[in-house]
């Protein structure tokens, strides 16, 4: 089992950058595939990047290509997500989520779920 929380969410400007972390407890860490997702006002959660439990495959959503990047650093048992170029369609709480999957693109497949960080980008 894991427990994760995420922080470095907070008010950026739109074409800024913030970097989220996720803190994950548990002795397992490396063998999940870590991912980010967010929930934008009044829609559904969605997915937004995962890293695979190698670290060799991520995957992004569409939206957030070539400006987000996901890593992660199984020594501390932590994994990021960098966005750079922000829009205002960014806003939205993002959460950390951890599946023994290897794929991480619904939510369905993630078993852990972390509380959420708020992420607000003004134009």
């Known amino acids: 089992q894991v427990q994760l929380v995420e922080s470095g969410g907070g008010l950026a400007q739109a074409g800024g950058s913030l970097r989220l972390s996720c803190t994950a407890s548990?002795?397992?860490?490396?063998?999940?595939?870590m991912a980010w997702f967010r929930r934008s006002p009044g829609k559904e959660r969605t997915f937004v990047a995962y890293?695979?439990?190698?670290?060799?495959?991520?995957h992004y959503a569409e939206s957030v290509l070539g400006r987000f990047a996901i890593t992660r650093d199984d020594a501390k048992k932590m994994v990021y997500l960098q966005m750079d170029s922000l829009k205002p369609e960014d806003t939205a709480i993002y959460y950390c989520?951890?599946?023994?999957?290897?794929?991480?693109?619904?939510?369905?497949?993630?078993?852990?779920w972390g509380q959420g960080t708020q992420v607000t980008v003004s134009s």
């Open positions: 548990g002795s397992t860490f490396s063998r999940y595939t």
């Open positions: 989520a951890a599946t023994n999957n290897f794929h991480a693109d619904y939510e369905a497949w993630c078993e852990y």
């Open positions: 890293i695979s439990w190698s670290g060799g495959a991520t």
